[in-house]
């Protein structure tokens, strides 16, 4: 797996677009991007995952830079139930993923 | 449809007791895995199974047992508890399909004393 940096905690203002920015720069070219979140300790929670092309579903949004050195999770209207631990892998088998520490985003009312 | 269940969600154990962590499966997930989290830190893999009657290591196996009896279940089994083991328990399960989300279980909180 490819290593991953990101910022350990962020803050997003309720309504407005959490943009939650990931570092994997080692990522080979058929790596997957994926992106969980755990809320309060509950088991992690799939959102979104890619590998070249810009993504979306109901939850968010995943950019991924030309390079793929880098990506970029975006939920667009952040509320207070969104207030998480946020983790983006890269790489991973189906039966492992490995978890960093991720980015604690606190969305605030 | 009920997902990835885990139980108990709560257990405390006293020092070289043995249990087994349950973790079912409805699914039908050829793949299936067991995590730990300890405070502050990310999930880390115990042991993995890619279909029924087999398993694996993974990052962090020691003092720990796992079957695959049925596609269903997957049992993680503390042989002797030791407070090291206290964390927080995840089963998950995902497709043998490349690159599917994985489901994960609510956890079991462990305290070893």
């Known amino acids: 797996d490819a290593k991953t940096t990101q910022p350990p905690s962020m803050d997003c203002a309720e309504g407005r677009a959490a943009n939650l920015p990931c570092n994997h720069s080692t990522i080979s070219g058929n790596e997957y991007v994926y992106w969980y979140r755990q809320i309060h300790s509950q088991g992690p929670q799939y959102i979104i995952h890619?590998?070249?092309n810009n993504e979306t579903n109901e939850m968010a949004s995943l950019i991924i830079t030309e390079d793929r050195k880098s990506s970029t999770l975006i939920l667009p209207h952040a509320t207070l139930r969104d207030t998480a631990v946020y983790y983006c892998i890269a790489g991973g088998s189906n039966y492992k993923l490995t978890f960093g520490k991720g980015t604690l985003l606190t969305v605030n009312p | 449809n009920a997902g990835v269940t885990q139980t108990p969600k709560f257990q405390v154990l006293k020092t070289g007791q043995s249990m087994t962590l349950q973790c079912a499966q409805d699914m039908n997930h050829e793949y299936m895995s067991w995590y730990r989290q300890d405070p502050g830190m990310g999930l880390r893999l115990i042991h993995y199974s890619v279909g029924a009657g087999i398993t694996d290591q993974g990052e962090v196996p020691n003092g720990y047992n796992v079957s695959r009896s049925t596609t269903e279940d997957f049992p993680l089994r503390l042989l002797s508890a030791a407070p090291s083991q206290t964390s927080v328990y995840f089963c998950a399960s995902r497709e043998r399909a490349r690159n599917t989300e994985a489901f994960f279980g609510q956890g079991t909180r462990l305290t070893v004393v």
């Open positions: 890619g590998l070249k």
